[in-house]
């Protein structure tokens, strides 16, 4: 039987419950450097997220989903 993992996430940063809510804080900001760094930032983090998740797990679907 496989063990049940559950990935944590840091109460040091937010932690966005959708796209558009990550691009409504990020746009939010209101310096054009500040965008654009915060864009990078997102992207470098979900690319490296995603890479690590399909590195290391086998994914399917939760019922309902």
């Known amino acids: 039987m496989t063990?049940?993992?559950t990935l944590q996430?840091?109460?040091l940063f937010r932690t966005f419950e959708?796209?558009?809510e990550a691009a409504?804080?990020?746009n939010s900001h209101s310096l054009p450097?500040?965008?654009r760094l915060l864009w990078l930032g997102f992207a470098f983090g979900?690319?490296?997220a995603a890479n690590q998740v399909?590195?290391?797990f086998k994914l399917?679907?939760?019922k309902g989903k």
Do not use: H, L, M
């Open 18 to 20: 959708t796209q558009e």
């Open 46 to 48: 979900c690319n490296y």
């Open 60 to 62: 399917t679907y939760k």
């Open 54 to 56: 399909n590195k290391t």
């Open 24 to 26: 409504e804080f990020i």
């Open 3 to 5: 063990k049940p993992i």
């Open 33 to 35: 450097e500040e965008r």
């Open 9 to 11: 996430t840091s109460n």
